[in-house]
């Protein structure tokens, strides 16, 4: 985001935006339309593209599934990644409960769990 600001293709309101934006993050699977809209660039379409197959599958685990989905490409996932949070589980018999804490984009674009963390009080909100 500091390469857009200091090349100037963004504003110091645009950046400032995108800093709060990435702090804060968007819950993928909480997020009204609105907030969605707030993703960097994500138009209405697309939008109602991931509320549609969020309110078909129930709850969204990573951004794989909505590229697998035709939801959103693969590059536009990438841009979204730095400002989207969403709880993702991984339970297994008889042992604790897993989250997938990192992600990481694969050399065909695909997204996968890089590391696991061990939750204490069920998912914790991961970045993805």
Do not use: K, T
């Given at each position: 985001m500091y390469d857009l600001l200091i090349t100037e293709q963004i504003s110091v309101a645009s950046f400032d935006a995108l800093l709060l934006l990435h702090q804060t993050r968007v819950e993928?699977?909480?997020?009204?339309?609105?907030?969605?809209?707030?993703?960097?660039?994500?138009?209405?379409a697309q939008v109602d593209r991931i509320l549609a197959y969020r309110n078909a599958v129930g709850s969204i685990e990573s951004l794989n599934q909505l590229i697998e989905a035709g939801a959103v490409t693969p590059d536009l996932a990438r841009?979204?990644?730095?400002?989207?949070?969403?709880?993702?589980?991984v339970s297994l018999p008889h042992k604790p409960t897993l989250c997938c804490v990192s992600e990481r984009v694969g050399p065909d674009g695909t997204i996968g769990c890089r590391r696991l963390s061990l939750c204490r009080r069920?998912?914790?909100r991961s970045a993805i």
């Open positions: 993928l699977n909480q997020a009204a339309r609105q907030e969605l809209y707030l993703l960097p660039n994500l138009d209405y841009s979204m990644r730095a400002f989207i949070v969403a709880a993702i589980r069920g998912c914790r």
